[in-house]
Nanobody, 126 residues
């Protein structure tokens, strides 16, 4: 199983980035997906999650209205569109995959995820 995260980079405050998480070696439609981030010296924290079906999503409060999680099951890829970026969003962003029998469940707890990508660095300058 491999999760390949990409799309990170350096952006000015107020800018946008789109992260992608390409999955291989698993039945993508059987997995709920999530994005987490880890800033230097801090624990990995929840950012956003999406159900297997794509119908349900969940967001950490500080990113609501700015970030949008989505998925394309035909392309085995999950996305995180990040708008109105702030310096506080600077972190390494990780995608995770959680195997589940429930089509519409979302998961915000990092310890339930089965697989993780390698992370992609997002740096927001002021």
């Amino acid at each position: 199983v491999q999760l390949q995260a990409s799309g990170g980079g350096l952006v000015q405050a107020g800018g946008s980035l789109r992260l992608s998480c390409a999955a291989s070696g698993l039945t993508f439609g059987s997995y709920a997906m999530g994005w987490f981030r880890q800033a230097p010296g801090k624990e990995r924290e929840f950012v956003a999650a999406i159900s297997r079906s794509g119908l349900n999503t969940d967001y950490e409060d500080s990113v609501k209205g700015r970030f949008t999680i989505s998925r394309d099951n035909a392309k085995n890829t999950a996305y995180l569109q990040m708008n109105s970026l702030k310096p506080g969003d600077t972190a390494v962003y990780y995608c995770g995959a959680k195997e589940t029998n429930y089509r519409d469940s979302v998961y915000s707890a990092r310890w339930v995820y089965n697989y993780w990508g390698q992370g992609t660095l997002v740096t927001v300058s002021s």
